[in-house]
């Protein structure tokens, strides 16, 4: 384990000690267990100083699968290899190497190792892992798989079945087309699919996860997958569905992660996804501006006299923090959509330097930005859209204490406030779609009309003759 992961898995032991969250404990509850232990309201967490958030998403999902969840569960076998031949499980898969594709993520790892589990064979890698495959390794004490070059070299008539890809381009080029003899994946059938000289087994589905596919199959044939090949299910299934609010999302992803989170034993599954995705975080550069909004985003509600609604907080935690303002005109009309189409009163976005432990914050209207001049009150730039927030870190204990003080204090928008950004109808936000050109998988937002008004914003504040205001663009607003 390097040291950036021994770092992650002991901020991982360190909070769930603070927070009293034991994995592989007696309750888990299908992995909502400390979301329903601090419920506040219909859909509320509450934390220290009377501080209530809106449950995630995957808190809300695993919450509504529980029970499911826990019937599954019960019926199946308590031991692991409990034999099953009563439904079709391909012998032509036994002793196989299962192995994902090229610029390997985790969903291409863990399947693998899931596969391999459960049709009896070898799990391989077709290139290195990334940080977040390493950290969900790390975390459920899984041993780093083999490479299919060692392995070929070993067996070269071995015999391979492909997860997560079936296209010629994502396949290591060491594996011959005339090994394949299976193949499962969850993506379409488009140009340069494999073409093999005999019949092979096949199990598409359209499905959010190629490890949801793996997972179930687990289940409908009776057996229970061992708590670190559970774990890495669901891992991946998270990963892959951005948290289960990604497009690709279906209701077998959401009833898997249930599932499997009760198998591995999380009480919390917003603490793991939180942690793996602070794991993926430090590979920035590989990361699209709607994986980056969502990937730790938390909505908190406010009921008072001035100010009654629910504002999001992104946080992105990384050791590089240039490398995520490089990509700022492309994250703050991402901010403007997710604000939109959660129905927020307020985005913001900190951008925190854990090694520098400094922080700035993203300003992509001006609700947010006279919020934010209230609250923290430091050096803005970029056209009133980045804010410096100096040593403040955490937003729990710096930044969402402080808003909250604010409001209570009576703070309230402006009566005569310019329209922002926000003002769009949902039509004109586009759709996302995973990018197939993206040897990542990354899920990025097509056609949007908020592109244009950020994709010239200069990166300082130098020329006075540039400084203009964006926070409206009459040609956007409705209403």
Known sequence: MDNSNKAAAAELDASKKKQKVQFHSDVHRAGAAEALRLASGDNGKKYDNDIVRKRTEVEEQVIAKESDAEHIVKSLPKATDVPKVDLFLPEILKNSIFV???????????????????????????????????????????????????????????DVCLVDHQQTSQMN??????????????????????????PIYIDIRPWGSM????AHTFLTHG????????????????????NLLGPTTTDWDRLMVAVLAEIAGVDDIQLLASQQFKAKSRELASMSAVALVNGDQKTFSFNSPGFSGDIGFAVVETTDDDAILDKFNELLPELVACKKEKGLSCIFMAIVNIVKLKSCLLLCGPTEKHMAI??????????????DLGNRVSRKKDFI?????????????????????????LSQLGHLEIDPNDPFGNVKRIGSSL????????????????????DIDESLVIG
């Open 374 to 387: 209230e609250a923290f009150g430091g050096d803005i730039s970029r056209m009133g859209k980045l804010m």
């Open 401 to 425: 204490p402080v808003i909250t003080r604010v409001i209570k204090a009576g703070w309230s928008k402006p009566s005569d406030m310019r329209r922002g950004m926000s003002t769009v109808s």
């Open 173 to 198: 080029p060491i594996i011959s087309s005339d090994q394949i003899v299976g193949v499962i994946d969850h993506h379409a059938l488009q140009s340069k699919t494999i073409v093999t000289d005999k």
């Open 223 to 242: 057996r229970r997958p061992s708590v670190s090949v559970a774990g890495m299910l669901l891992c991946a299934i998270l990963s892959d569905t951005l």
């Open 100 to 158: 994902g594709h090229v610029v390997t993520d985790l969903d291409s790892v863990a399947g693998a190792v899931g596969a391999a589990a459960l049709y009896g064979g070898t799990p391989a890698l077709a290139s290195k892992v990334n940080s977040e495959t390493q950290f969900a390794l790390d975390m459920w004490k899984v041993e780093l798989p083999r490479t299919i070059e060692e392995l070929l070299e070993e067996d070269p008539k071995a």
């Open 211 to 214: 490890s949801t596919i793996v």
């Open 451 to 470: 592109d244009s008004t950020f994709k010239n914003l200069p990166a300082d504040d130098d020329d006075e003759e540039k400084k203009i205001d964006i």
